[in-house]
Nanobody, 127 residues
């Protein structure tokens, strides 16, 4: 499985950007696709994840209400719309995929939960 991320760039605080991630290769029907980010000198952190089958989502508190993830199940792609961006959103954003389905509200939020990773795309928010 390969993940190809696109989008990102430079934007002023308060602006918007969108990221996309396309998965290819041998795909199963049940998986999560999510986004993580890593700022300079910091650990990679969870941003959001979505289930392929139902579109159920889970957001980190830091982006809730500002970011929206959507998925195209037929094409195995996800899109992350980022609004009201802040300088602290500056990071390399990575898309990731985990096989499996949602049990209750047990969304995968740890780096080690995910099986595949994209190459990362830089988002820079200037103040």
């Amino acid at each position: 499985v390969q993940l190809q991320a696109s989008g990102g760039g430079l934007v002023q605080a308060g602006g918007s950007l969108s990221l996309s991630c396309a998965a290819s290769g041998h795909m199963f029907s049940q998986y999560f696709m999510g986004w993580f980010r890593q700022a300079p000198g910091k650990e990679r952190e969870f941003v959001v994840t979505v289930t392929r089958s139902t579109g159920s989502t889970y957001y980190s508190d830091s982006v809730k209400g500002r970011f929206t993830i959507s998925r195209d199940s037929a094409n195995n792609t996800v899109r992350l719309q980022m609004n009201s961006l802040k300088p602290e959103d500056t990071a390399i954003y990575y898309c990731a995929l985990k096989w499996g389905f949602l049990r209750g509200t047990d969304f995968p939020t740890l780096v080690n939960d995910y099986d595949y990773w994209g190459q990362g795309t830089l988002v820079t928010v200037s103040s």
